[in-house]
């Protein structure tokens, strides 16, 4: 059965900290995996990562994959209060998409 | 250019009544899906289409028709309401699966089932 766990559930930090959140995965016939930023109301995409070791960034975000060890990180530096939100992960197998539970970051000034 | 609508934002339901929630793209994607969120769980899929004419169950499709007569609606129709459908659905849209950019969501409908 396909599953997406993410880790950890809750994370709580101060401005300035970096942080990384954590995504393993099964699932057949894995095409890619996305990150997104869920706040108020609906999910932002992120990234999408369908190559190992090919480091994806946007400003202070940036995320990595490794299909050998099947898990994914999604790196925060500098975090700020406005990174505070759920972070979920998804795999897109066939035509589907299987999200995480999601990591809620919760960002302290 | 509105993106993903749906409609209404909030909803209550008794146990056993019948609604459909809304779900319009104006970006001519063919790609639409949607999807339930509940606490701890992530988002799961109910249905998806990959365009007109054409639907497939998901993860959770029980309790939930849906159909796609035009490339713009996918309405998500509840047959006989149930306290576990209590959630919030997002209904998203691609131009196809796989899409390099992911997908683009709907901003959500809050039900509750009472």
């Known amino acids: 059965e396909d599953k997406v766990v993410q880790s950890p559930l809750s994370l709580v930090v101060h401005e300035g900290d970096t942080v990384t959140l954590n995504c393993s995965y099964e699932v057949t016939n894995f095409r890619s995996l996305l990150w997104y930023k869920q706040e108020k109301k609906a999910p932002t995409f992120l990234f999408m990562l369908?190559?190992?070791?090919i480091e994806k960034k946007s400003g202070r975000l940036s995320s990595i994959l490794d299909k050998k060890e099947l898990f994914s990180i999604l790196n925060i530096t500098a975090t700020q209060t406005g990174d505070s939100a759920i972070y979920l992960c998804?795999?897109?197998?066939?035509?589907?998409?299987?999200f995480g539970a999601g990591t809620r970051l919760t960002v302290k000034p | 250019n509105a993106g993903v609508t749906q409609t209404p934002k909030f909803q209550v339901l008794k146990t056993g009544q019948s609604m459909t929630l809304q779900c319009a793209q104006d970006?001519?994607?063919?790609?639409m899906s949607w999807y339930r969120q509940d606490p701890g769980m992530g988002l799961r899929l109910i249905h998806y289409?990959?365009?007109?004419?054409?639907?497939d169950q998901g993860e959770v499709p029980n309790g939930y028709n849906v159909s796609r007569s035009t490339t713009e609606d996918f309405p998500l129709r509840l047959l006989s309401a149930a306290p576990s459908q209590t959630s919030v659905y997002f209904c998203?849209?691609?131009?196809?699966?796989?899409?390099?950019?992911?997908?683009?969501f709907g901003s959500g409908t809050r039900l509750t089932v009472v």
């Open positions: 369908t190559s190992s070791g």
């Open positions: 970006m001519n994607h063919e790609y």
């Open positions: 289409s990959v365009g007109a004419g054409i639907t």
């Open positions: 998804a795999v897109e197998p066939e035509n589907d998409m299987r």
């Open positions: 998203a849209s691609s131009y196809s699966f796989g899409w390099v950019y992911g997908y683009t």
